[in-house]
């Protein structure tokens, strides 16, 4: 039986390197166990409009203590709405489709542990 789960664990493994799972983080060349994240920017004014709006969004919480809106942010929803767009493209979402493969391949092996107990 080891031998099969061996199997399904290699299958996993070629799948995982020949899919798009495990793509948000990439490995820093000069550092290991370290990773980036990629932005992607359409110009260097919208990467300067994005930190802005990170800025004026976290001065904006810090001046005000409920929904009310400072006197020195304009529209804040605006740049709230910017600082989300970048937390979409952050979010993992094809890494969550392998940790899916990888919990069911889990409790199939899982299951087959289970059997061979049972059947001992």
Do not use: W
């Not at 070629?14 to 495990?22: C, G, Q, R, V």
């Not at 990629?38 to 300067?48: A, P, V």
């Amino acid at each position: 039986m080891e031998t099969n789960e061996n199997k399904k664990a290699d299958d996993f493994i070629k799948e995982l390197k020949s899919s798009f799972y495990f793509r948000t983080l990439t490995p820093q060349r000069d550092k290991e166990g370290t990773y980036y994240a990629s932005i992607k920017f359409t110009s260097y004014i919208n990467l300067m409009f994005t930190v802005q709006d990170l800025l004026k969004i976290a001065l904006h919480t810090l001046e005000n203590s409920d929904l009310e809106n400072s006197s020195q942010i304009a529209d804040p929803a605006f740049h709230l709405t910017s600082i989300l767009e970048i937390a979409i493209q952050l979010l993992p979402c094809s890494e969550a489709e392998g940790l899916d493969k990888l919990h069911k391949l889990y409790l199939e092996i899982n299951s087959e542990n289970k059997s061979e107990q049972m059947d001992n």
